[in-house]
């Protein structure tokens, strides 16, 4: 069965750091999604991505934040210097347009660790 | 706005015994309602979905029902096992207003032999 794929499973960086996580989406899908979950908290929507841009984000997601589908298959988050409170597991999600009502499928997370 | 909000846990429950895991949501527009499971140390994975009022959703002996007229999706599995234990997450999507999945805060179920 088709699976959304991330990596790496964990990074740990310190505090003003630049970091890159990486989703490969599973392969028809249109839609790409991050969400973060917080250690012990619910898991929040950070954006969405569609047709090359941002369909949608959320408060979290500020000008520290990015996002790339730099080739066919690999979707990106960078966060740009990165605070303590980054720390948090980061799913990646995808879902093919038309597919069962909206049904995302996600990624194992990375855990991210900022020090 | 769109919100799910699940019963506090966690739940502490003798293996064999009857859960109950409730779920409520406020939506504007014909959301899809879901079940995620969360292993420690592991990412999510559906558990279960319903897609319209009235569906029931099921997998590995849980079910849940869309109920339209209480905006509920309880969860529920006749005889729990040890191996249930995990954090457990009530979520919705394709409300009005964007695609993305609105998570309730979990519900940690702890399964004793």
């Known amino acids: 069965e088709p699976e959304v794929t991330q990596t790496p499973s964990h990074q740990v960086t310190q505090m003003g750091q630049e970091v890159i996580l990486r989703c490969v989406p599973i392969s028809n899908h249109l839609y790409f999604y991050w969400y973060r979950q917080i250690l012990g908290q619910k898991v929040e929507f950070l954006v969405s991505?569609?047709?090359?841009?941002?369909?949608?984000k959320s408060e979290i997601f500020d000008d520290q934040f990015s996002v790339e589908r730099p080739d066919g298959s690999n979707f990106t988050l960078k966060i740009r210097s990165t605070k303590l409170e980054d720390s948090a597991m980061y799913f990646c999600a995808s879902s093919e347009l038309g597919q069962g009502p909206y049904e995302q499928y996600f990624g194992p997370g990375t855990r991210l660790t900022v020090t | 706005g769109n919100s799910v909000t699940q019963m506090e846990g966690p739940v502490t429950l003798s293996e064999e015994a009857f859960l109950t895991i409730n779920c409520t949501y406020t939506a504007t527009g014909y959301p899809s309602l879901f079940w995620y499971v969360q292993y420690p140390g592991e990412g999510l994975q559906l558990l279960l979905k319903?897609?319209?009022?009235?569906d029931k959703g099921s997998n590995k002996g849980f079910e849940a029902t869309y109920r339209k007229e209480t905006t509920s999706f309880h969860l529920e599995k006749g005889s729990v096992q040890v191996s249930d234990s995990a954090v457990y997450f009530c979520?919705?999507?394709?409300?009005?207003?964007?695609?993305?999945?609105?998570f309730g805060a979990g519900t940690r179920l702890f399964v004793k032999a």
């Open positions: 991505f569609y047709n090359n841009e941002i369909s949608e």
């Open positions: 319903a897609t319209k009022a009235d």
């Open positions: 979520a919705l999507s394709g409300a009005t207003g964007g695609f993305k999945t609105i």
